[in-house]
């Protein structure tokens, strides 16, 4: 009998380990997907930046200012990674606004290519961010089960 209710204890202790065990996943997938439109409002805000910029193939100091203050929640939503993405894009956005500047005032010559190469190098840069961008967000972005 002892023996009895020894394996009936056990059985009982896993089946409610196994309970707990399936709260905490229920409760984790609950929290990504109730931060899925916070991160994902980020996420756009990310993507219409760089879209901005390749087709106006300039930056826009007050499209940046919002692109800061449309991201300002990174930091609470994400691991740094995705918070030095968006520093990136807005570091390299102002440096793109700084050589259009410049590129109206040199004269022709060895200067005004070099600036116009690293233009050119930048506008590269931002159409491959689509990509980047969508591959740091998949794991932050992916409310299945399996995520």
Do not use: C
Not at 31 to 47: C, F
Not at 64 to 74: P, Q, R, V
Not at 110 to 134: A, H, I, P, R, Y
């Amino acid at each position: 009998m002892e023996m009895l209710i020894g394996i009936l204890g056990t059985f009982i202790a896993a089946v409610a380990v196994y309970f707990k065990y399936r709260q905490y996943k229920h409760s984790k997938q609950n929290k990504r997907v109730d931060l899925y439109p916070r991160r994902r409002a980020v996420y756009d805000a990310i993507m219409g930046f760089i879209a901005g910029i390749i087709q106006r193939a300039n930056a826009d100091s007050k499209e940046a200012a919002a692109f800061l203050h449309n991201t300002k929640e990174a930091d609470f939503l994400f691991g740094k990674e995705i918070k030095e993405h968006i520093n990136e894009l807005y570091r390299k956005a102002k440096r793109l606004q700084l050589l259009e500047f410049k590129l109206g005032q040199l004269p022709v010559g060895e200067e005004l290519s070099k600036m116009v190469n690293e233009e050119d190098e930048l506008l590269e840069w931002f159409s491959k961010q689509f990509g980047v961008t969508e591959k740091r967000f998949k794991k932050y972005l992916n409310v299945s089960s399996a995520g």
